[in-house]
Structure formats: structure tokens, C-alpha cells
T-cell receptor, first 114, second 113 residues
Framework: AQTVTQSQPEMSVQEAETVTLSCTYD???????LFWYKQPPSRQMILVIR??????QNATENRFSVNFQKAAKSFSLKISDSQLGDAAMYFC???????????FGKGTKLTVNP | EPEVTQTPSHQVTQMGQEVILRCVPI?????FYWYRQILGQKVEFLVS????????KSEIFDDQFSVERPDGSNFTLKIRSTKLEDSAMYFC???????????FGSGTQLSVL
């Protein structure tokens, strides 16, 4: 069974600093996708970034980037120049290419200190 | 940006009662989903729906659950006889194509007493 593990229940960062959130996953599939979702206090899940497993290049979206280590099955999220609005729960998620189901990790609560 | 709309935001019901959670997906989207998040636990997939039928469901989605797209705009999740353990935040989501970005609604918090 595919699993997603986020080993950091909580993280904190100073405003304007950089923080990295960890995620590992377990799969025997070769065709899959990885995602980071942000869940602010409003509870709506918002897609931050997405990575296709077949792509070697790490995905980036403005201040957000990933470090995708396929062999190690690791998919960390780096947030640069952290802003107060980045404070939220962050969920790592996996989807096998042959399925429509997202498998989520337990989440990391990120606090941004002014 | 277009949004997925869920109503109500909170629903309280008695154990054994039927509830219907409502969602209005983004208008040109073709794939629809329900997820739930029990307090303090992971977000869990319930069901996906495409072309007016269930395309995939989890082991959680038993005979007590059903989904429907009754009028081409709404997408509903029905729980026939609620149990205490059905208390959770239920999220609706939609996407235009299967491999495109998934848009989530803000959720319905269901409390079963």
C-alpha cells in the first residue's frame, strides 16, 4: 500500500527566512505524482506545487520549490522568504498514475514568527 | 479564480439520521471527489465520480454512502444512517481533467451526536 509520512508535526520559521518541510513516501509504482497542499485556518485545501515522478527537474512555484529525490522516495518543500500568510497546515500527497485517489500525509503545522 | 462551493459549512445531526452534503463544483469541471478529515487525522479519499458514475471508491465508502449529480451543477454526498464516527470535515473537490489541478471546497463540518 502506498503511504506518505511527514515526520515534522510542527515547524516554525522567522519571517523572511527559509524553511524546509519533509515528506517521504512508499510506493512500488513508477508512474505517480506528488503534491504539497496548504490548509490555512479557513480549512480550504490549496495546491501549492506538483511534481510528476518522470520529471527529473524539481518543480518551482515562485517562493516554493521542492527537492524530489526519487531513489530515496523523498519530496521536501522549501519555502523561501517566508511570509505571515504562509502560516498553515501543509500536507504532502501522492497519487498513482492509474488511480484518482490522493493519499495524504498527516500534515505539518507551520508557524511564521514576525 | 473560480471556486468549489460547499453547503452547509456546519451540520449537526443525530445518530441514525440521514444527511446530504452539497457541493457545486467549478462549472466546466468533469471529475468530482469527496474526501473527509476526522479531527487530528489524515485527509482520506472517499470517492471519485466521472461521467455520471463512480469511477473509484475507498473501503470507507460503504453502502451507507452514496453520491449523485442530480441536476448537472450540484454534486451531493448522502450518508443514510449516520454514526458517531462519521463526524468529520467533508471536502468536495473537482478538476477539469483527471490529471489536472484539483480544486477543493472549504468543507462541511459534520457533527453526529
Amino acid at each position: 500500500a502506498q503511504t506518505v509520512t511527514q515526520s515534522q508535526p510542527e515547524m516554525s520559521v522567522q519571517e523572511a527566512e527559509t524553511v524546509t518541510l519533509s515528506c517521504t513516501y512508499d510506493t512500488s509504482e513508477s508512474d505517480y505524482y506528488l503534491f504539497w497542499y496548504k490548509q490555512p485556518p479557513s480549512r480550504q485545501m490549496i495546491l501549492v506545487i506538483r511534481q510528476e515522478a518522470y520529471k527529473q527537474q524539481n518543480a518551482t512555484e515562485n517562493r516554493f520549490s521542492v527537492n524530489f529525490q526519487k531513489a530515496a522516495k523523498s519530496f521536501s518543500l522549501k519555502i523561501s522568504d517566508s511570509q505571515l500568510g504562509d502560516a498553515a497546515m501543509y500536507f504532502c500527497a501522492y497519487r498513482w498514475g492509474g488511480s484518482e485517489k490522493l493519499v495524504f500525509g498527516k500534515g505539518t503545522k507551520l508557524t511564521v514568527n514576525p | 479564480e473560480p471556486e468549489v462551493t460547499q453547503t452547509p459549512s456546519h451540520q449537526v445531526t443525530q445518530m441514525g439520521q440521514e444527511v446530504i452534503l452539497r457541493c457545486v463544483p467549478i462549472s466546466n469541471h468533469l471529475y468530482f471527489y469527496w474526501y473527509r478529515q476526522i479531527l487530528g487525522q489524515k485527509v482520506e479519499f472517499l470517492v471519485s465520480f466521472y461521467n455520471n458514475e463512480i469511477s473509484e471508491k475507498s473501503e470507507i465508502f460503504d453502502d451507507q454512502f452514496s453520491v449523485e449529480r442530480p441536476d448537472g451543477s450540484n454534486f451531493t454526498l448522502k450518508i443514510r444512517s449516520t454514526k458517531l464516527e462519521d463526524s468529520a470535515m467533508y471536502f468536495c473537490a473537482s478538476s477539469r481533467e483527471r490529471d489536472e489541478k484539483l480544486f477543493f471546497g472549504s468543507g462541511t463540518q459534520l457533527s453526529v451526536l
